[in-house]
């Protein structure tokens, strides 16, 4: 089975980095997608707004000090849906969460270098594979 998410787009606020009870650095923020097409020969726009969620120690610290307002980021994670109480009703919230190995985060032209910076998490691979 496969639960995957990969998108590209604008961070809308700068991160909110917080701490779970247990004391594990989490970082939330969201990210705009935009879809083009035409109707009646005028060009449409749709924006999507995807919630990141990130529980990995090394991008939670990365998203701290490079992610910004602004920032145009590549997104690997998986899709979760979780749901909670309001009142006397239910409701649910979709995140692409970012939490191990099988997570990628990039940032894509970055104002101030104006170049791609590629950000895997790498210390999660075991040294000792034999091939």
């Known amino acids: ?10 961070v809308t606020k700068d991160p909110e980095i917080r701490n779970t009870n247990s004391g594990k650095s989490v970082s939330t ?66 995140q692409i969460v970012l939490s191990g190995y099988e997570s990628k985060l990039l940032l894509l032209n970055d104002k101030n270098t104006d170049k791609d910076i590629n950000v895997i998490e790498e210390d999660k691979f075991d040294d000792d594979i034999p091939f």
Request: hydrophobic content about 30%; aromatic content about 18%; cysteine-free.
């Open 1 to 10: 089975m496969l639960n995957k998410a990969t998108i590209i787009g604008y």
């Open 29 to 94: 923020f969201s990210i705009a997608t935009n879809e083009y097409y035409k109707k009646d020969g005028e060009r449409k726009q749709i924006t999507e707004y995807h919630n990141i969620v990130i529980f990995s120690d090394f991008l939670v610290s990365f998203s701290k000090d490079y992610i910004k307002k602004g920032s145009k980021l590549y997104v690997e994670g998986k899709i979760k849906t979780r749901k909670y109480e309001s009142g006397s009703t239910y409701k649910y919230i979709t």
